[in-house]
């Protein structure tokens, strides 16, 4: 059993910067792949990115490649999501997601946290 709660969202202006956490709990988390999702007001909710349980490879949206960066810290527990450069069709409900291995489905989920880019 995976726990995931995610920290770290907030009120930033346009081209500013945030980093997210997800801290979980269970002992399986270092050998879970890891993602960031996020919906949006009257959309339906999307890929952000992606890490491997090794933090060897990284997958990206297109619309965040260059400008979010997820990493991961198995020592703690935790992944990041340091986003850059944000604009306003960045603001969502982000949330993270583990799964046991990088073709099964995302089995657990956080509650999400609020990021809003203001123009």
């Known amino acids: 059993q995976v726990q995931l709660v995610e920290s770290g969202g907030g009120l930033v202006q346009a081209g500013g910067s945030l980093r997210l956490s997800c801290a979980a709990s269970?002992?399986?988390?270092?050998?879970?792949?890891m993602g960031w999702f996020r919906q949006a007001p009257g959309k339906e909710r999307e890929f952000v990115a992606a890490?491997?349980?090794?933090?060897?490879?990284?997958y990206y949206a297109d619309s965040v490649k260059g400008r979010f960066t997820i990493s991961r810290d198995n020592a703690k527990n935790t992944v990041y999501l340091e986003m850059n450069s944000l604009k306003p069709e960045d603001t969502a409900v982000y949330y993270c997601a583990g799964r046991p291995g990088e073709s099964s489905p995302y089995d657990y989920w956080g509650q999400g946290t609020q990021v809003t880019v203001s123009s």
């Open positions: 890490i491997s349980w090794s933090g060897g490879s990284t």
């Open positions: 269970g002992r399986t988390f270092s050998s879970y792949a």
